[in-house]
């Protein structure tokens, strides 16, 4: 994972770095039991997530990229197979069909960046049932994590009205993965940069960053710390809360002013106190000493909340870097996505034992306009037709990417950024809406659906 | 990350695919000007959290393995160097400097599977600045989340009470890196086995796994899935919730019993609906055909209070399987870890400006025992001697691993069980202790501290 190939600058096409052994052990049981009972019929498996957050009105969809680059790549390897071997389970024939085994079906897919709502289909495999099968534990990991990651951007992208927001999140991250999925799946959201360069040089995210508490620190005097730091790198930010916020502003303006126009600093970072406070102290007295272009950025605990209740109180601040908040998704960690047979050999199928409902059959979803703003969805048979724009869209087609499946994370920003403006207001906004967004389902569908449940009922 | 070199079974030496650049910009930036400034002493980092969550009474130390590895592999690859003159912020002669750069300190850590508690120091990296610097975001990285895999996964351990917990939870990790730790950190925290197939190759950890709602949704009938299921599969566990529950447990009933001895079924899997009931019902529908020896697990939306209402309820079941809840973590999805630095060419360092304490100087941790039990713990000077057990052992030294830091999975599986079970029965229990594990800090400790801030404020 730590080694793309390929164009990385492009964001496009990266080497997802996965290994089909990532995989939960019951898909290769079943795979295993279809083959020997010569189901190889085509499937339909659909990912969608049933209820949002008690937080969240949208979900920011993302992760598609690397589900598109683990199928083209899909393959077991000699180890792999070696592996499965000493497990005892698995009989010759089976892992000798392994081996040759590739993704050969078909993919449709709601655009990353685009905003998606309950039950409605984000990717659809259709392929025989063992290829769909296999792949299901990485779809679900990549999509899931990325779109988690670019909901709760979304809302601090939104909160910071403007301003510019940066990831920090990642040693706090759940891992090495994480951390590089948040910095891409923030980016999308629209956040300015990210701090962390593997995720930089990967998908070709501005980086940003430039000193922590232990530069301070490992000084004997702060002000010897800011002087050469602003001698090495012009222009840079200095963080000012190691011992007395006001007094490091104090120190970082002495020596700018005193420097004979050597040394300049281009904006000063508050990393804890009371950020509303000390902004406007800070602004105060850098635009008493005429620094009026210095920035103020500030860090520490950030969420979507607290940033609304920055900006809304008009404090002097020009960026904010984000980390923990960010890197668990505090208040939504999950989604609950899940990946559902829908259709076997041309018959719709479901499940009934639960609560947890699956709409039988291949659908679509259509997105109603108007003046550019959304105005519902509505979830329909594949075969029906609705006016409005499709959703699910061809990205992968006999395992080849389509040109839909080539979004660059330009397209993808661009995508985020009209949709969370094109949302209704009640649902951009970070309370919970009194009414949730209007995505329905097809009489057709739910007539499928109930027909469905009475033939197994009566079986 | 997905490729591990070397004796993966072991458990102990994995290449931890990590990448030099996997780091925050503002380490580099530091780096580059303690170069310049001629800054080569030696640093002391220590890696703490301040405070446990709410939820939590104790955190179970655990991810050293993967920072030694890193420590170990640790250099700049041509392409790295290439993105980073690309960023037109580094110098020459810094960038040359990188590329002969390897991680040449020493370490110091808790061992993986020991309980620690606030403050008391986890990893002591004593390094060339630079060095140290440069390593701080993975290392918090990979502390910081298998801590909390493996935090979580103890209380499940507990609240299961001898029985079986396995771990379901890869597809709803954030990324693929954390699904693997997740099942390495459970498995060090007690868990049975995992489902994550990559994990089990990669770790050498139990394999769990039989088949997915989708399965018995491709047959026509549910029997038919169930009858080849035990044909391919002699003992298998079948899943009996897809429609029915009570309806498929004595379809598999019906099937074995009539099979004349040819079909064998292991366990059945409830996922969904009343568990408490339905495994009652299930469990006398099993007994009262005699198959007294087959088994029941449960899972869906478990996390360690379900588990342990199940088990005071006396329920009748075998094995818990866990997804989401130990996947996010979701009651505490992060810890506060930091990573400070706490002396600098022999001089002790603090950080004065807000409510994050820091305590000078290198420390130790004495942990006293009584009656196989802990007592208290003390955090201490390094040149302080206190009786009881010091819980920092040397791991590496010049860069090289030592004895300590060659753990086997199976001694930390071993230690873990041990500490938990001897910690103070208030603080092994899922709801918050009255009063917090004792962890003290030495007079000493805080004098130093005292001294170190008031000649701060004098300066």
Known sequence: MTRHSGDVR????????????????????????YAAEGMENTAVFELFFRELPATRNYVLACGLEGVLSFLEEFQFTSTDLEYLKSLNRFSHDFLERLEKLRFTGNVYAVPEGTVVFPLEPVVQVVAPIIEAQLVETWILNQIHCQSVFASKAARMVT????????????????GIDAALKMARASYIAGFAATSNTEAGRCYGIPVSGTMAHSYIQAHEQESDAFRRFMQMFPGTTLLVDTYDTLAAVRSVIHLVKTSGGK?????????????NDLSRQARRLLDEAGMTQVEIIVSGGLNEGRIAALVQAQVPVNGF??????????????LDFAYKL???????????????????????????????CMVDDVIVRVDEHVDGEALLVPVMQGGRRLQAGHDSLKDMRARARQQLRALPPPIRRLVRAESRYPAEISALLLADQIALRSKLDAG
Chains 1, 2 share one sequence.
Do not use: C
């Open 159 to 174: 909160a910071a009205a403007g301003r510019a927001v940066i990831d920090f999140g990642a040693r706090r991250s759940h």
């Open 321 to 334: 870097g984000v980390g923990t908040n960010l890197a668990v998704s505090r208040d939504a960690p999950e």
């Open 342 to 372: 829908v259709e076997y050999a041309r018959q719709p199928r479901i499940k009934t034992s639960s609560s947890k409902m699956i709409l039988p059959g291949r659908k679509q979803v259509f997105r109603r306009w108007r003046n550019g």
């Open 263 to 275: 040394l300049k600093v281009g904006a000063v970072r508050l990393d804890s106190g009371d950020l």
């Open 10 to 33: 492009s964001g496009a096409r990266t080497n997802s770095g996965g290994s089909a052994l990532f995989t939960d052990l019951y898909e290769l049981t079943m795979a295993q039991a």
